[in-house]
């Protein structure tokens, strides 16, 4: 005997389903017909006060009506019908549906949704859980390539700049809103000399050989010589200092009488400069030396940079063109260039290399103040601004920047080491970060409450000849902090 396929038998059945379901449909409009009539007969043999043909319309009506809600009976009995078979099918497999669930399609959708919805919280917990755990590996790896050496606590008020003698004696200088310049001894932490010339509020400092040069509030660059006497090194195991017991208190709200206590006012003190360098007509925000030495640039929130001899304290040339204060000048270390920036949002480039023609080109690439731009060793500028972002330039094309690093945070004195070109990013949220020059991101300087800076980080400078620390930062917590980066580690986990 021929078995039939599970297909046929299917379509079989379908079709024995619709035809019963005409034929139910036939026998309800030949019942409802006959319904109709004898109502019909019936409301002809009673009294009322409709006319024969309204009656006769409503009476049709309503019929509609009622063989419209049967038709839907009938209809919902099958569906229940096929709900059933199927229950009967997916119960012998050890699955059961629910009819209602099934035959309302929200409640389907509205169960896929939630689905979704759960899938999402999902994900969105286990990326925050590898977030949070890639986070502390990284900071576990910073604080291992990246330790605080020394911190040099003395001055009263906020550190605007520091700068590192790039010879023999290897020294930290430090310029601060307290009126003060010091010198310091990077491996005892301890002031070799103070210079109290200026009377401005505003500090900042440049070394050349033997030779300091400061900025000041008081409209005017001083140029004094130093001659210290370096303390004996300490043993390799006092260099690397824990936090002391009282780094929990911010250095800034301390009492003047600490946070002078560690020696300042026993260091000798120079109080008239060699050579004073006036013509502006503002704050000289920032200084520097052209290569060679013997001249100098500074700028100023007068909007003009001025080159003078540094022999005979006279102005060379005065370099004006921006349309508001200066930020900050550089030179470069091999060749008569000169970069200013501005809060115009610009910086420019001053070429100086023929003694007939002195070009300069403007660069718009920030939308807020350029707070510095500094030359690298190569053909690079790397700018910093406001506007919390980084930028390399290529010399030679500067049209647009070939990296782009953006932050959370304004950036401050930018520094970019000698050596392996790193840039370290000192930031109002006292953050320091060190890049690449390609804008990969290297390393975050550890900070807490027992280390780091608590306030605004203002400048960063690298030493290539120290042996205890190669970075130092400085900022409104009235403190300079040397730091030892391992760079070769910190270069092979990148």
Same mark, same amino acid.
């Given at each position: 005997m021929p078995v039939e396929s599970g297909s046929s038998a299917a379509a079989r059945q379908a079709k024995q389903k619709r035809k019963s379901h005409s034929l139910s449909i036939r026998r309800t409009n030949s019942t409802e017909q006959e319904r109709t009539g004898m109502q019909r007969d019936m409301l002809e043999g009673q009294d009322s006060k409709l006319p024969m043909s309204l009656r006769s319309n409503l009476l049709d009506l309503f019929g509609q009506i009622e063989r419209e809600f049967e038709n839907l009976y009938i209809e919902n009995l099958e569906l229940r019908r096929e709900i059933d078979t199927l229950n009967e099918r997916l119960a012998a497999e050890g699955q059961t549906i629910d009819g209602g669930d099934l035959s309302k399609g929200p409640l389907?959708?509205?169960? #896929?949704? #939630?689905? #979704?919805?759960?899938?999402?919280?999902?994900k969105t917990t286990y990326k925050a859980s590898t977030s949070k755990i890639v986070s502390s590996f990284k900071a576990t790896t910073s604080r291992a390539v990246c330790q605080l050496v020394k911190e040099y606590v003395g001055h009263r008020d906020g550190i605007w700049d520091l700068s590192v003698t790039r010879t023999q004696p290897i020294i930290l200088g430090t310029a601060s809103a307290d009126h003060n310049a010091m010198l310091w001894s990077i491996e005892t932490g301890k002031c070799l000399l103070k210079y109290v010339g200026h009377?401005?509020?505003?500090?900042?400092?440049?070394f050349t050989h033997l030779s300091v040069q400061t900025a000041s509030g008081d409209q005017t660059a001083h140029i004094w010589r130093?001659? &210290?006497?370096?303390?004996?090194?300490?043993? &390799?195991a006092d260099i690397t200092v824990s936090a002391p017991s009282e780094d929990d208190v911010d250095f800034s709200d301390k009492d003047e009488? @600490?946070? @002078? *206590?560690?020696?300042?006012?026993?260091?000798p003190s120079i109080r008239v400069p060699s050579s004073t360098l006036k013509s502006h007509q503002g704050v %000289?925000?920032?200084? @520097?030396?052209? %290569?060679?030495?013997?001249? *100098? %640039?500074t700028a100023s929130w007068d909007r003009a940079a001025n080159l003078y001899d540094v022999e005979t304290s006279e102005l060379v040339h005065s370099l004006t063109g921006h349309d508001q204060e200066l930020t900050h000048c550089c030179t470069h270390p091999t060749q008569r260039l000169v970069v200013t920036s501005s809060r115009d949002t610009t910086f420019r480039l001053w070429d100086f290399r023929d003694p007939s023609i002195h070009s300069v080109n403007v660069f718009q690439g920030h939308t807020d103040t350029v707070t510095s731009a500094v030359f690298t060793v190569g053909d690079n500028v790397v700018s910093g601004s406001d506007d919390r972002t980084v930028k390399v330039w290529d010399l030679k094309n500067m049209r647009s920047p070939i990296a782009t690093i953006r932050t959370d945070s304004a950036v401050n004195r930018i520094s970019v080491s000698v050596s392996q070109r790193i840039i370290a990013l000192p930031h109002d949220n006292r953050q320091v970060r060190l890049f690449d020059m390609s804008g990969v991101r290297l390393a975050r300087l550890p900070r807490s409450n027992r280390q780091g800076h608590r306030r605004m980080v203002c400048c960063s400078a690298w030493s290539e000849d120290s042996p205890t620390c190669n970075l130092f930062t400085c900022g409104f917590d009235r403190q300079a902090i040397g730091w030892n980066i391992n760079i070769p580690a910190l270069l092979q986990e990148k």
């Open positions: 389907k959708a509205k169960a #896929s949704h #939630s689905t #979704s919805q759960l899938s999402q919280k999902l009377a401005g509020h505003r500090h900042f400092l440049f130093f001659m &210290v006497q370096l303390p004996a090194p300490q043993p &390799v009488a @600490d946070a @002078d *206590a560690e020696g300042p006012n026993e260091c %000289v925000i920032a200084a @520097d030396w052209l %290569v060679g030495g013997k001249q *100098a %640039v």
